[in-house]
């Protein structure tokens, strides 16, 4: 079965940086393209970032653009999320998402912790 499994996650201080990484198995992961989504206390899960199944192309949430990079290993059936830069605002459960068949599923998450 599909499964997605993020890494990564910890605390940092504001200015700081992360890198998140999922792993992902169950399907063919180079011919789908991948999404990390996060979600903090009381708010809505939200797209963060987006890349293509070749990795050629991405798309970010406004908020992250020019401070996160999203990009993927075909090879390792691998995606990570580099975070720099990082704000308070970007403390959140981060989540690695594929959409097959109409059908998304999620991995377990990732909590990124953003305090000084």
């Known amino acids: 079965q599909v499964q997605l499994v993020e890494s990564g996650g910890g605390l940092v201080q504001p200015g700081g940086s992360l890198t998140l990484s999922c792993a992902a198995s169950?399907?063919?992961?180079?011919?789908?393209?991948m999404s990390w989504y996060r979600q903090a206390p009381g708010k809505e899960r939200e797209l963060v970032a987006f890349i293509t199944t070749g990795g050629s192309s991405t798309n970010y949430a406004d908020s992250v653009k020019g401070r996160f990079t999203i990009s993927r290993d075909n090879a390792k059936n691998t995606v990570h999320l580099q975070m720099n830069s990082l704000k308070l605002e970007d403390a959140a459960v981060y989540y690695c998402?594929?959409?097959?068949?109409?059908?998304?599923?999620w991995g377990q998450g990732t909590l990124v912790t953003v305090s000084s």
């Open positions: 998402s594929v959409a097959r068949g109409g059908r998304r599923t």
């Open positions: 169950g399907f063919t992961f180079s011919s789908y393209a």
